[in-house]
């Protein structure tokens, strides 16, 4: 049985049978894509507009139940895999060595600024676009934004992408992931650099992801799945705490509780189950046995058949020093992340990679773009256990891995595409890489909007190595720069070692004038931690 189908080849014919229990209901593709071939020039976009708004990302997302206990794998695959020919400055498949793409990226947040930032260093790459992008990518140079484009309509960015020549469109974010924005973009013959809806379930529903583990023999935690509170409850009350509560479905990464007593998980279980905090997305919750060690984040890029590691990276998820508060998005990086050596990545590329992608293949639903695995390095064992899978590149991990990334990311982007990453290898700085964020006060809870931020120019220029990436910012009435999100900065730096580029990060980070802002002052600690005690011994 199988639970989505591959859109690898633009030009497929197969059709499609999705998610026939009728518990996942993803966008269905456009009925009708007659577009006229573009006659316009190759020449760059015409003037773009910058809105002074807050360019929050929308997009129509599908309900992500799924109530199966056992996958459900119904697709049709398709019966021939047609080559696909690109002309310069066109819109698929294979790229000569001298071809520059204008690329695409969608997204508005500090990690699309860090893929345009990269995208732009890249010798394949003629132009960055990024829809709808935000104030500070654009006066960064880093790409020409375009606030006006309505990324939740396949159509719109259909027709953008024809008119202005894209050859390539990297999808950022996950929401319109999972509501099909990569289907309905391949389907029409554009490369798009992310997965279909159906093999983003895998972020899209923790039940589903859990489900494909079970069936490959993939280490995880044990776990439940229940739609019934008092269920859910007595289940709890048998395994005891701590436990792990987690809404089925996207839930802007607030969606997870660690209960260390019982009436905690209680709470997490009423709010998801009864009171519906979640709505569609907490319809289903997964009951999870707690994991005790240290978190890491692990990427691969993927083509459908074949994977390739990116470096490592670490980031910060509480809200706190020292790991206190409430979970975030995440309030700072740092790459390589010392916790995940070389024998260690080699193992989660065997036991965790490799057998998630083979199985998506299995299943008539082969992923081609970013897999991000949150790891738990277990205590006891020492071992890799998958926490959960994203579907893109993790924010903040994706600033620090920009930085270091010495390849050319668009080509290697375009060969993900085109099914032909088998014997990639990527080139990476040796220097370290820092993130801190900086957040509105309030954040993960309420926070004020619109306070201003000052000096960024000059805290870019406080050592080599420093970049601001814009996050949640917007322009104010009179043209400053002010907040418009939780996360609204990630100042990143380089250097020789993690304790330089941490110097630096920080140095970057007291020169911003920001009142209303605040920030972590220990990013990067474990890792500090362990190169202490390592040279003890």
């Known amino acids: 049985m199988s639970l989505c189908t591959s859109n690898l080849h633009p030009s497929s014919s197969s059709s499609l049978n999705l998610f026939s229990n009728n518990n996942i209901s993803p966008k269905p593709f456009l009925n009708s894509l007659r577009f006229a071939t573009s006659t316009s020039s190759s020449s760059f976009v015409a003037p773009l507009k910058l809105s002074t708004t807050n360019h929050a990302l929308s997009s129509r997302l599908p309900s992500n139940r799924i109530q199966s206990r056992q996958l459900w794998l119904r697709c049709a695959t398709s019966e021939s895999e047609p080559s696909i020919s690109v002309s310069p400055g066109g819109n698929g498949g294979a790229v000569s060595t001298e071809e520059r793409v204008i690329v695409l990226v969608i997204g508005g947040g500090g990690r699309e600024h860090a893929l345009c930032h990269a995208l732009k260093r890249s010798p394949s790459c003629?132009?960055?676009?990024?829809?709808?992008?935000?104030?500070?990518?654009?006066?960064?140079?880093?790409?020409?934004?375009?606030?006006?484009?309505?990324?939740?309509?396949?159509?719109?960015?259909?027709?953008?992408?024809?008119?202005?020549?894209?050859?390539?469109?990297?999808?950022?974010?996950?929401?319109?992931?999972?509501?099909?924005?990569?289907?309905?973009?391949?389907?029409?013959?554009?490369?798009?650099?992310?997965?279909?809806?159906?093999?983003?379930a895998l972020e899209g529903s923790k039940n589903f992801m859990k489900d494909l583990c079970r069936k490959y023999s993939i280490p995880t935690a044990k776990y439940k799945t229940f739609s019934d509170a008092t269920a859910a409850k007595e289940y709890i009350q048998e395994q005891g705490v701590p436990i792990v509560i987690k809404a089925d479905g996207l839930a802007a990464g607030k969606g997870v509780t660690v209960a260390m007593e019982l009436e905690e998980a209680f709470e997490a279980v009423d709010s998801m189950l009864v009171q519906g905090v979640f709505g569609s997305a907490g319809c289903q919750v997964i009951v999870e046995e707690?994991?005790?060690?240290?978190?890491?984040?692990?990427?691969?890029?993927?083509?459908?058949?074949?994977?390739?590691?990116?470096?490592?990276?670490?980031?910060?998820?509480?809200?706190?020093?020292?790991?206190?508060?409430?979970?975030?998005?995440?309030?700072?990086?740092?790459?390589?992340?010392?916790?995940?050596?070389?024998?260690?990545?080699?193992?989660?590329?065997?036991s965790i990679i490799h057998p998630t992608v083979k199985g998506m293949a299995e299943e008539g639903c082969k992923f081609v773009g970013v897999l991000f695995a949150g790891l738990m390095i277990e205590k006891k064992s020492g071992l890799p256990k998958l926490i959960e899978f994203n579907v893109r590149f993790g924010d903040p991990e994706c600033q620090v891995l920009m930085m270091r990334l010495e390849s050319d990311l668009a080509k290697v982007l375009l060969a993900a595409c085109r099914g032909e990453l088998k014997g990639v290898t990527l080139d990476w700085s040796r220097d370290s890489a820092m993130v801190v964020v900086m957040a509105s006060r309030g954040y993960p809870g309420a926070y004020e909007k619109g306070t201003i931020i000052r000096n960024l120019e000059e805290a870019e220029r406080v050592a080599p190595g420093v970049k601001v990436f814009h996050a949640g910012t917007g322009l104010g009435e009179e043209g400053n720069v002010v907040a418009s999100g939780g996360r609204v900065l990630g100042v990143t730096a380089k250097g020789k070692d993690l304790e330089e580029a941490r110097e630096r990060a920080y140095m970057a980070v007291g020169k911003i004038n920001w009142p209303?802002?605040?920030?972590?002052?220990?990013?990067?600690?474990?890792?500090?931690l362990q190169k202490q005690v390592a040279s003890k011994d």
């Open 516 to 528: 209303g802002g605040f920030f972590r002052s220990d990013i990067g600690w474990r890792a500090l």
């Open 290 to 350: 707690f994991l005790e060690g240290e978190e890491a984040s692990f990427f691969a890029l993927v083509d459908g058949e074949n994977a390739i590691p990116l470096e490592s990276a670490q980031d910060h998820k509480r809200v706190g020093d020292g790991d206190t508060g409430p979970n975030t998005g995440g309030m700072g990086a740092y790459s390589p992340a010392p916790v995940l050596t070389k024998e260690l990545q080699d193992v989660v590329m065997e």
């Open 126 to 200: 003629n132009s960055v676009l990024c829809a709808p992008g935000n104030p500070g990518i654009t006066s960064s140079g880093d790409a020409a934004c375009v606030p006006d484009l309505d990324v939740s309509d396949s159509s719109a960015v259909i027709s953008f992408c024809r008119k202005h020549n894209v050859g390539l469109v990297v999808v950022g974010p996950e929401v319109p992931l999972v509501a099909g924005l990569a289907n309905d973009l391949v389907s029409a013959g554009i490369l798009t650099f992310g997965p279909s809806s159906q093999a983003a």
